[in-house]
């Protein structure tokens, strides 16, 4: 349940009603912005009598979640979220580049990169220590000597490093070390993990899993969200179709879809979407245009020795050209900035 409350409702009274429904054994979640206050109601409200509160002279109105999501949901917050790492900002105007290795593999393969990508603009480095491979005979990262290889790599730059977290009993050396800790898809529905995480206060950036709805992604961040991490950063990184020529399907729409029915960042990996690196440019001009709030790119320096996902990195000069070109998209007013306005 929402409770919309009236423009320039005193706070006291908001503060009245608020401790009212929570002796109906309700929680109570007061979001303000300029002109609005929201008062979004988690719990059995079924008991809770709708006609009793409209009848408060400060409600403007009430309304029924039907989505099983209630903190994502952006009738709970209706202006953008923006998740502040290190001053800089995932959401809102600004567009947030992560780009690096799909693995760690040396000191001067991730600080070569990690100098590469912040001259050509990027805000985050991204880098594989544990590697989650279809295969256990596969590459699986180099592990905690790959966070450390990270850590060198940020102080070289001063870089925010994001990796991927694989269970639970790493959480404390993650939250130590990581400035962004990333779910993989495979991990997605890994409910015990995300509730983990959620008793951090660390962002994370949450993947949409290789066959998981819009649904199912908002209602695995509603899992961190609910244990009381609000700094949840999405990612669409394409799902698995009968299409087999890329390596997923990149579904652009949803990230419109997502801006419509939540208030949470979203960003695209183009390169895990396609798996080719010629594809990676076009789909990441495509996911600004359509209004995406940041992209993960795989960059590499040497992609053909690569360890792991040669074949969908780019070249850090290549990296460079296509950060001139998003910077041109976006100062050509293409890219779709959402607000209360326009979803």
Known sequence: MVIIMKPHAPKEEILVLKHR??????????????????????????????????????????????????LANRLFHPDNSVVNIDGRKVGGNELAIIAGPCSVESEEQIVEIAKDVKKS??????????KPRTSPYSFQGLRTEG?????????????????????????????????VIQVGARNMQ???????LGKTKKPILLKRGLSATIEELLMSAEYIMSEGNENVILCERGIRTFENYT???LDLSAIPAIKKLSHLPIIVDPSHAAGLWWM???????????????????????????????????????FDNLMGDLNKLVESGIRQVYSTANV
């Not at 988690?42 to 409209?54: F, L, N």
């Not at 001063?158 to 990581?178: H, R, Y």
């Not at 890994?190 to 983990?196: D, M, S």
């Not at 360890?307 to 070249?315: K, V, Y």
């Open 190 to 196: 890994n409910f015990e993990l995300l509730k983990e």
């Open 280 to 318: 990676v440019e076009p789909l990441a001009k495509a996911a600004v245009a359509v209004g995406a709030d940041g992209l993960i790119i795989e960059v590499h320096n040497d992609p053909q020795n690569a360890l792991c996902d040669g074949q969908q990195s780019i070249t850090p000069n290549r």
């Open 21 to 70: 429904l929570e002796k109906e054994n309700v929680q109570v979640n007061v979001s303000e912005g300029q002109d609005y206050c929201v008062l979004g109601l988690i719990g059995d409200t079924s008991k809770i009598e709708t006609t009793k509160i409209q009848a408060n002279v400060y409600v403007e109105d009430v309304h029924k979640v039907q989505q099983n999501y209630k």
């Open 121 to 130: 603009g990027a805000k985050f480095l991204r880098g594989g220590a544990f």
């Open 147 to 179: 966070l450390e290889l990270l850590k060198i790599a940020r102080q070289e730059t001063g870089l925010p490093i994001v990796t991927e977290i694989m269970s639970a009993n790493m959480i404390e050396k993650f939250v130590e070390d990581v400035d």
């Open 247 to 249: 390596r997923n399907t």
